[in-house]
């Protein structure tokens, strides 16, 4: 059974960056297209991007083009996630979701905190 | 980009009876493939979301037959036949038809 394993939560200052990640265990993702999607305190979610390993391709929703990075290395089935430029509204749980949205990662809090 | 509505945004409802909740896209979800890609999502409290649903009524692996989707176009319904306490949780659709993705802003439901 496939698993996604996301890195532990993160403190960051207005300004900096994050970077999380997110391994596949139990299998492997190299062929699989993962998304990464945020929820703030208390409200929805929202699609951030989204990577295609096997032909190297990212997309991003225009919210956060610029900001977000998308990164995967095939090598060791781990996806990363990072963004640039953190304001106190990027304080949210980020997930990382095999594109079928059927297994999901335990979920990262990143807190932006002066 | 897809705007999704969904309807009611609170619901509460009595053990054992049916609960059902609409979402409507802003333009229809009919992939050029002929696929619709409408998914459920379950949020239980303090738990990652969970799929309940896929391309409009496909009850994902595990999901209790109580579960059940359908529509077509641009109006969808999630139906619970008969609520149960762990049925407790905020549920979203989400369209992957479309690029890019966008989820609704969710429906709580809550046990009365």
Known sequence: QVQLVQSG???????????????ASGGSFRSYTVSWVRQAPGQGLEWMGRIIPIVDT?????KFQ???????????????????????????????????FDIWGQGTMVTVSS | DIVMTQTPLSSPVTLGQPASISCRSSQS????????YLNWLQQRPGQPPRLLIYKVSNRFSGVPDRFSGSGA????????????????????????????????QGTKLEIE
Request: charged residues 20%; negative net charge; aromatic residues 10%.
């Open chain 1, 58 to 62: 990212t997309n991003y929703a225009q």
């Open chain 2, 29 to 36: 979800l009919v992939h050029s493939d002929g696929n619709t």
């Open chain 1, 9 to 23: 939560a993160e403190v960051r200052k207005p300004g900096s960056s994050v970077k999380v990640s997110c391994q």
């Open chain 1, 66 to 100: 610029g900001r977000v990075t998308i990164t995967a290395d095939k090598s060791t089935s781990t996806n990363y996630m990072e963004l640039r430029g953190l304001r106190s509204e990027d304080t949210a749980v980020y997930y990382c979701v095999r594109d079928a």
């Open chain 2, 73 to 104: 176009g641009t109006d969808f319904t999630l139906k619970i036949s008969r609520v149960e306490a762990e049925d407790v949780g905020v549920y979203y659709c989400m369209q992957a038809t479309h690029f890019l993705y966008s989820f609704g």
